[in-house]
C-alpha cells in the first residue's frame, strides 16, 4: 500500500492533488492514501475564516470548499488530523472524527471546553493539546503502523541531524541545545507506543529521525515534512505491507472502547476532571464495542454537508456570527456508542456522568499543554 504523507496543507489541496499525480505520472506508481499532518484548514465559507487562526490580513479561502461543496472530489483517500491553523468551528462538529468532506476524513479532537463563537483568546487555545487527550491515547495497546502529530515529539532532534537541521534554521539552534524543541506528550506517547513511523509537520522543515526503543527494541522511523511550498519538501511517499484490499476507512474496536470509557470525564470546562486512577481497565467496553460493530459494521456513516459553500461568484458578505452545529455524523457515532451529545453542554461544571462507564477519585491536572506557534523561517510567508 502506498501512502502519501503531507507536512502542512494550509488549505492547498488542489497543489497537493496535483503534485500527486505528477508524481504517479512519472514514477509509474499508483498512490493509495494520502495522510495530513495538520494544518489542513478545512475552511468551507466566510464564516469559517473568521473561526481560523490566522492574522486576518492572511485569511484566505484556498481550495478546500471546492471539495466540500462537490465542486471538485478528492483523488485520493485523505485522513488528516487538526493543527493550530485550523476551522476550528467546522472541526469541532466532527469532534469524535468524520468526513470534512467527500473522501477526506478527519480524525478528530479528544476533549475541549471551547466552543464557537471564538475570542481573541479560545480560537488560539482551542488547538492546545489536553491532559484528557494526551491519556486516551496513553490507553491504547493493539500495535500501531503509523502516528501522526502536528508538533514533533520533544527531543526528537537527538536522534537526528540536528546539526544540519541548524545549519538550515539557525533560530532553532536554542530550543534544540536547551532541549525545548517540541512537545513533551508526544514524546511521552512515542515512548509509550512505539510505532512503526511516526509523521509530524508544524516547523514547516523536513527532518528525518530513527528512535532505537532500548537494547534490541523496535524502531520508530520519524519524519517531520513542511508547508505545500515550491521546491519544499511537503511530501513523502511510504510502502506499507498490506492486504490486497480494496481498503476503506472503518472505526477502531479500541479506540471506541476507550472513547465510551473516558466519555464520564468528557473535558467541557477548565474544571479538573476525575478519574479513580490513571490506568483504566478497558475489557468490558471494548467487549460492548465488539459486540455492537458485529451487528451494524464498522463503516462511519457518509458525509452530510452542513453549511452553505463558499461561491466566488457571489459579492462577499459580511459573515454571521458562528454558532455550533450538530453534525448528523456525529450524531451517529454517539448513538452507536450509546453516549450522550456534550458538544453544546453550558454545564460550568462538567457533564453529565455515563453510568455504566462512571469512574471518580482524585483529580487530575488538566490544564492546557499549549502548541506553540509556528517557528518559522523569517524568510517565509506569514501564516
Known amino acids: 500500500m502506498k501512502i502519501a504523507v503531507e507536512g502542512c496543507m494550509h488549505g492547498e489541496l488542489d497543489k497537493v492533488y496535483d503534485t500527486l499525480r505528477e508524481l504517479e505520472k512519472a514514477e509509474g506508481v499508483k498512490i493509495d492514501l494520502l495522510l495530513c499532518c495538520g494544518d489542513f484548514q478545512a475552511v468551507r465559507n ?40 485550523e476551522a476550528s468551528n467546522y472541526l469541532w462538529e466532527l469532534y469524535y472524527g468524520g468526513w470534512a468532506a467527500p473522501n477526506i476524513y478527519f480524525l478528530g ?15 488560539r487555545s482551542v ?39 541548524i545549519r538550515e ?17 508526544a514524546a511521552r506517547l512515542l515512548n509509550k507506543l512505539k510505532p512503526p513511523y511516526w509523521f509530524s509537520a508544524h516547523l514547516h522543515c523536513k527532518f528525518p529521525a530513527v528512535i532505537q526503543h532500548g537494547e534490541g527494541g523496535p524502531t520508530t522511523k520519524f519524519l517531520a515534512l513542511d508547508k505545500c511550498l515550491p521546491r519544499r519538501g511537503f511530501l513523502q511517499v511510504i510502502d506499507i505491507p498490506s492486504g490486497p484490499g480494496p481498503h476503506e476507512i472503518q472505526y477502531d474496536e479500541e479506540w ?11 473535558s467541557l470546562t477548565r474544571m479538573p476532571f476525575t478519574m479513580l486512577d490513571e490506568q483504566v481497565d478497558t475489557q468490558d467496553d471494548l467487549q460492548w464495542v465488539r459486540n455492537k460493530l458485529n451487528a451494524r459494521g464498522a463503516k462511519p456513516i457518509d458525509f452530510v454537508q452542513t453549511a452553505a459553500s463558499y461561491d466566488p461568484s457571489c459579492q462577499a458578505s459580511n459573515p454571521s456570527i ?3 452545529c450538530r453534525n448528523p455524523q456525529t450524531e451517529s457515532f454517539l448513538q452507536l456508542l450509546n453516549l450522550p451529545y456534550l458538544l453544546d453542554s ?20 488538566s490544564d492546557d499543554i499549549e502548541l506553540p506557534d509556528d517557528e518559522d523561517d523569517p524568510a517565509d510567508d506569514d501564516d
Not at 109 to 123: D, K, L, M, S, V
Not at 351 to 359: A, H, K, L, M, P
Request: glycine content about 6%; some cysteine.
Open 127 to 165: 488547538y492546545h493539546v489536553r491532559h484528557y487527550d494526551v491519556l486516551k491515547l496513553m490507553h491504547v495497546k493493539e500495535p500501531l503502523d503509523i502516528f501522526m502529530s502536528h508538533d514533533w515529539p520533544l527531543g526528537i532532534t537527538e536522534y537526528g541531524n540536528w546539526q544540519k537541521l
Open 169 to 185: 534554521k539557525r533560530f532553532f539552534e536554542e530550543e534544540v541545545n536547551k532541549r525545548t524543541l517540541g512537545s513533551e506528550p
Open 46 to 85: 466566510e464564516n469559517d475564516l473568521q473561526c481560523l487562526n490566522v492574522k486576518p490580513r492572511f485569511r484566505e479561502m484556498k481550495s478546500f470548499w471546492k471539495y466540500y461543496s462537490g465542486q471538485a472530489v478528492a483523488p485520493y483517500p485523505t485522513i488528516f488530523i487538526g493543527g493550530n491553523h
Open 256 to 266: 471506541l472502547a476507550i472513547t465510551r470509557k473516558f466519555n464520564n470525564v468528557f
Open 322 to 324: 458562528t454558532v455550533h
Open 346 to 365: 453550558s454545564n460550568s461544571y462538567g457533564v453529565s456522568r455515563n453510568e455504566s462507564s462512571s469512574q471518580t477519585g482524585q483529580a487530575l491536572d
Open 109 to 123: 479532537f479528544a476533549g475541549h471546553y471551547e466552543r464557537p463563537p471564538y475570542n481573541e483568546n479560545t480560537i
